[in-house]
């Protein structure tokens, strides 16, 4: 099964060295994943080699695999048996969407953190599950993606309702 | 009176009277009841890049297309990946049109370019001109153009402009209170805050919501602060 890490269009290297850190790699094997891939954007990792053309090396029992950016997630998303990343809403629409399951780690170091707050809400409702680099080994632990609450799929009507209302369409 | 006082009254006179008609152009606190429409709504949107683009074109793919047509797509500057992202829906929208309808796809759609108000990490000193330019821009497109042509649409930029963030959505913003003041046909203005807004506005979302015609959140939580806003759900 595969995981699929992402910090999306910046870079997030607290996020990346966790998940090869090794606890959270042997909680994953333990679960059953045996592949992680790495979207590792422009975090300045030191992975012993230059990350630009993509790398793939074995650490802990896990295949992992490294890049820096692809023009789309999507097809990434639908493999991925599991995403781990960052709190950004466009990813997290997009991977909830897919019904995958998410691990969302907010990061810290964002001035103006509502990242946290979505995160949160969402975790509340039950979509997804919100963590911290420290907490992420227990996360996985104790994730158990069929307990997710299914994302519910785009309510069209809603906008075009509002729009009809206030431009007299009725 | 002295020419003096006059110097000093005269300012301020016009003040006041710019205050009174600012206060009267103001969107009212209930909203009223739209006039029935038949024909279709000219809509415009903002495209503010990056997930601002995204929430944008969410909004406006569940719109009815031959309701909400002609089509303005405005983006900053540079940001090609917008208008490249507002292509593909239009494209997207005509091949769901050609499978239901099996009608020529319309292409009733335009992709305006206005300079940005302020860039990513611009310098708090350089951005008043470049924000000016902005507005200058926006004022072209919004106020000077609608006047001077007599185009099929009407003397109207457009009939509602859907706003999302960020800062160049203001200047947007100021150019269509200008026709306000003036007068002129001006579109409704719609504002959506990003569903990633949980607890608290976005700072184009603090700003707008006093003069937006419809103020829009997707998260119930925020208007618990008693201010003015619909909250219908998830929108994205």
């Known amino acids: 099964m595969r995981v699929l890490v992402t910090v999306g269009s910046t870079d997030f290297d607290p996020l990346v060295l966790t998940v090869i850190w090794q606890p959270v790699l042997v909680n994953l094997i333990a679960r059953g994943y045996d592949k992680v891939i790495i979207q590792c954007g422009n975090s300045a990792v030191d992975f012993g080699r230059p990350v630009e053309s993509g790398l793939s090396f074995r650490k802990d029992g896990m295949d992992i695999e490294v ?8 097809e990434e998303y639908s493999r991925a048996d599991l995403v781990i990343s960052h709190a950004g809403s466009g990813t997290i629409l997009d991977v909830l969407r897919l019904g995958k399951p998410l691990i969302v780690i907010p990061n810290p170091t964002l001035l103006d953190n509502h990242q946290e707050e979505l995160a949160n809400a969402l ?7 919100a963590s911290t680099i420290l907490d992420l080994p227990e996360t996985i632990s104790d994730l158990h993606t069929s307990s997710l609450t299914p994302f519910p799929a785009p309510d069209e009507s809603n906008f075009q309702a509002l729009l009809d209302e206030e431009m007299g369409f009725m | ?8 009254l005269a300012p301020l006179a016009t ?5 009174l008609r600012l206060y009267f ?9 739209a006039r029935k429409r038949t024909e279709p709504c000219h809509t415009a949107v903002f495209l503010g890049s990056g997930g601002h683009t995204s929430e944008a074109l969410m909004l406006m793919s569940a719109l009815d297309f031959s309701r909400y047509s002609p089509r303005t797509y405005i983006i900053s500057e540079g940001d090609s990946l917008s208008a490249q992202k507002a292509i593909d829906l239009e494209n997207r929208k005509d091949l769901v049109r050609l499978s239901l309808t099996h009608r020529a796809p319309d292409k009733s759609y335009t992709i305006l370019t206005i300079p940005r108000a302020r860039r990513v990490h611009q310098s708090i000193i350089t951005t008043p001109p470049t924000a000016l330019w902005s507005l200058l821009a926006c004022v072209y497109h919004v106020t000077i153009v609608p006047f001077l042509s007599r185009s099929s649409h009407g003397p109207i930029f457009a009939d ?12 947007l913003c100021l150019a269509v209170y200008l026709n306000k003041c003036f007068g002129l046909p001006s579109p409704k203005l719609i504002y ?5 807004r949980v607890r608290s506005l976005s700072l184009s979302g603090k700003l707008l919501r006093p003069l937006v015609d419809r103020f829009v959140v997707q998260w119930p939580t925020i208007l618990n602060d008693g201010g003015r806003g619909d909250y219908r759900g998830w929108l994205v």
């Open chain 2, 15 to 19: 003040l006041f009277c710019l205050f």
């Open chain 1, 67 to 74: 890049w820096k950016f692809k023009p789309t997630l999507q």
């Open chain 1, 123 to 129: 975790s509340a409702l039950g979509h997804l599950k």
């Open chain 2, 192 to 196: 959506v805050e990003s569903f990633a």
């Open chain 2, 160 to 171: 509602v402009l859907i706003l999302n963030g960020p800062g160049t959505c203001f200047v």
């Open chain 2, 25 to 33: 152009v103001l969107p009212p606190s209930r909203t009223r009841q």
């Open chain 2, 1 to 8: 009176m002295s020419v003096t006082s006059w110097f000093v």
